[in-house]
């Protein structure tokens, strides 16, 4: 991203953060009963992610090394 020129660059990398943050509270509860409530807010997160910030970082990159 940095090599690109990615505009939003520290913004999508401080949600790389915070979903690495997320997994990483997800394995320290993996044998909690707050498993369920975890492993819901870690996926969501990650598809909202997904949905947003990795297709806007897709669209740029498309247009950015256009044949």
């Not at 940095?2 to 997994?23: F, K, N, R, S």
């Not at 369920?36 to 969501?44: K, Q, R, S, V």
């Amino acid at each position: 991203m940095e090599a690109a020129g990615y505009p939003d660059i520290v913004q999508h990398t401080a949600e790389h953060a915070l979903i690495e943050m997320a997994l990483g509270r997800t394995m320290k509860f993996v044998h909690s009963e707050d498993v369920g409530a975890t492993l819901d807010f870690t996926l969501a997160l990650l598809l909202s992610h997904q949905s947003d910030a990795d297709r806007s970082l897709e669209a740029f990159l498309k247009r950015r090394f256009k044949p």
